[in-house]
């Protein structure tokens, strides 16, 4: 990066965390540090709820997976609005009643304090694991940019952003969240426009979307039901709408944003906004990574994305190296020409197409994936990178090797904001929920010990998320991780919420048994490797509401 890039990086980040500590200041309690008075208006949880889920991730992995993929993990989140009309108008009510500290409180008064401690384990345990991979995503920023060692960087990302989420708690959680998210969108914006913008003069936007759409890029929606297909229009509407269900109505991270607001009408509004924003946003960040695919297949680029492990791939095996890249660069030339012969076939008859072309391109295409595949089996094995999946350094190579000097450094510098905005509100989450729903404590009025002892939680979790980012890198992609390990645990929570909804006579004891069943049915179907990921949100929910509606409450749950 340049001195002007590296400028505006430093700027940005020691400006947000200055402003975080700012705003976070003069806590005076549990009510201050873990909910920011109850006094955020809907614009702020608007901002913060979609701040909490668009994390570094959603910026660095989402693109390379439309590169790699398509577009059709978009469907993921079809399901959304629907959630957000339910949640509005059946948990939000509860919550505000019963004025919580936690979404597990409610549990409690429900069905007895067992239940309130299992469901916030799993929420702990669900939340703490994904968080950590969050750190990795803007680790791997650092670790590419100075060629440091990842698990350094891990620490680096992971204690800058506790500086001020330790200090103001969920006050400056909200604040940094809204200019973060605001910086982000017109970034990202940006970024949109730079890579249309540096596609050849000859070569319009609709060109870029006729070879997207020809490499099968646009594939937003596939109707195809399979139940191991991870992204089809049924998967998103069902299993999505059971996710979106699940993270948005019972994840703390979520409901601790909008349980800070000012009323009931405040929360309700944020949420139902963000069902209406979050798909065209997801929409736009992967069309993003499909036009940096068109990007490359008009303009040359290395056989791997990974440039810190790919020079030390290079330095190690020269002749290798580049033997491959040799015939990468051929391969490439020859998708390129193909390309030019398409888009030339294209404007001279726009209702014919040419099989034969057609034919071509998608066989150089595929050889050029095998090529990166083999590419990218060969540095993992050879331990030259601890990450195995180059999908994650796609748009990090991009926004290195092709944009001007200062909109690096700014683009950089959003993504390490979009994992702080989410890593800490998971972390105030956390820190409520260890604190509230499993120590509970009796501060008899002691505001000051309130505060100290919500700061020893969230410098706890802070701790316990950077020892997980260690390992993120065996994950492969770090948005499917996170999303498969959200649905191992929120279909079973889900389930213990709806049952304490809508089936009024279940007790205690009779869903604390239905949901370790439904969490055990979970995990083996997912070993057993019988639908994909986002159905155990469906399996897990379902489980627990049937167990609990089949088993006579007489027999289980007496209390």
């Not at 950590?132 to 620490?155: E, F, H, K």
């Not at 991870?230 to 269900?245: E, M």
């Not at 090797?401 to 989410?422: D, E, H, M, T």
């Not at 049952?499 to 979970?522: D, M, N, S």
Request: hydrophobic share 50%.
């Amino acid at each position: 990066m340049s001195l002007l890039d590296w400028i505006v990086l430093l700027l940005t980040l020691a400006a947000m965390i200055s402003y975080g500590l700012h705003k976070g200041s003069k806590q005076t309690g549990a009510d201050s540090y873990l909910l920011a008075e109850r006094k955020m208006p809907w614009y702020v949880i608007l901002l913060g709820v979609m701040a909490t889920q668009a994390s570094a991730i959603t910026f660095l992995s989402t693109p390379g997976l439309a590169y790699t993929d398509g577009m059709r993990f978009v469907q993921n989140y079809f399901g959304l609005p629907i959630a957000m009309v339910v949640i509005s108008a059946t948990f939000i009510p509860v919550f505000s009643k019963l004025n919580v500290y936690t979404a597990y409180e409610y549990l409690e008064q429900r069905f007895d304090r067992r239940t309130r401690v299992l469901t916030a384990f799993l929420f702990l345990l669900s939340r703490g694991l994904s968080t950590g991979i969050s750190i990795y995503a803007p680790a791997i920023i650092l670790s590419s940019m100075l060629g440091w060692n990842i698990y350094l960087t891990n620490v680096l990302m992971g204690g800058l952003l506790i500086i001020y989420t330790w200090s103001g708690g969920a006050k400056a959680v909200a604040h940094t969240q809204k200019l973060q998210f605001l910086i982000i969108l017109a970034s990202m914006g940006l970024a949109g426009y730079l890579v249309v913008s540096g596609l050849p003069a000859e070569t319009s936007f609709s060109d870029a979307l006729y070879i997207a759409g020809k490499s099968g890029k646009l594939n937003a929606i596939t109707t195809n039901f399979d139940w191991h297909d991870k992204y089809n229009i049924w998967s998103g509407l069902i299993g999505g709408f059971f996710l979106a269900l699940s993270y948005f109505g019972t994840d703390h991270s979520q409901v601790g944003r909008y349980i800070t607001a000012r009323d009931m009408r405040q929360s309700r509004l944020g949420l139902l906004l963000n069902g209406l924003v979050k798909i065209p946003m997801q929409f736009g960040i992967l069309l993003i990574g499909a036009l940096v695919f068109v990007f490359y297949t008009f303009r040359s680029s290395d056989v791997y994305y990974n440039t810190t492990a790919y020079e030390h791939y290079r330095r190690h095996e020269p002749t290798k190296a580049a033997a491959e890249q040799a015939r990468f660069e051929l391969l490439h030339a020859k998708h390129l020409e193909i390309s030019k012969a398409l888009l030339s076939q294209r404007n001279l008859s726009p209702t014919t197409e040419n099989d034969q072309l057609l034919t071509e391109f998608h066989q150089t295409q595929g050889q050029i994936k095998d090529l990166r595949d083999s590419v990218a089996t060969y540095i993992s094995k050879q331990h030259y990178s601890p990450d195995k999946n180059d999908t994650n350094y796609i748009f990090l190579y991009f926004v290195k090797n092709a944009l001007p000097p200062g909109i690096v450094g700014l683009l950089f510098a959003v993504i390490i904001l979009a994992s702080w905005g989410s890593i800490s509100a998971a972390l105030n989450a956390l820190a409520a929920s260890s604190m509230m729903d499993i120590q509970m404590s009796d501060y008899a009025g002691d505001k000051a010990k309130e505060v100290k002892t919500g700061r020893a939680h969230t410098l706890g979790w802070g701790v316990f998320c950077i020892g997980v980012a260690m390992f993120a890198a065996k994950m492969g992609s770090l948005i499917e991780a996170v999303n498969i390990l959200g649905s191992l645990f929120y279909g079973t929570i889900l389930g213990i919420f709806l049952v304490a909804f809508y089936v009024k006579k279940t007790k205690g004891k009779t869903v604390f048994f239905a949901a370790l069943l439904a969490e055990i049915v979970v995990v083996a179907v997912y070993l057993l490797d019988l639908v994909s990921f986002l159905w155990l949100n469906v399996i897990g929910a379902l489980v627990v509401l049937a167990i609990c509606l089949i088993i006579p409450t007489r027999k289980l749950a007496a209390n």
